[in-house]
């Protein structure tokens, strides 16, 4: 069963947490804000974190984006697992509901 998140509760739970804590909670360690790209055995800190806009980007693969898509980089999975993932981090409880064809849609978008 698909859960039912809007965008808006997406940002809310987003906005819980910063970037930097979700690296360093999905097994990453940090020095002023740069990371190592460990998901993929990286060695330098070529990884940029920006609490500020909750983004990142690895200097050597010039890959980059959201807190949702570092959790997709570093875990696998959908956006969606990603967002279950956060909000589980954040310990913000989900509601199980079945998704509408337009949110599906929305969401997907």
Known sequence: MALAITRGDAKEIIAIV?????????GGTLRQRRGQAFWRGGQGYSVSLCDAKNLWHDFVTDEGGGMLALIQRVRGGTRMDAMRWLADYAGVPLEDRPLSAEDRARWAA
């Open 18 to 26: 910063r970037i930097t804590e979700v690296y360093v909670g999905l």
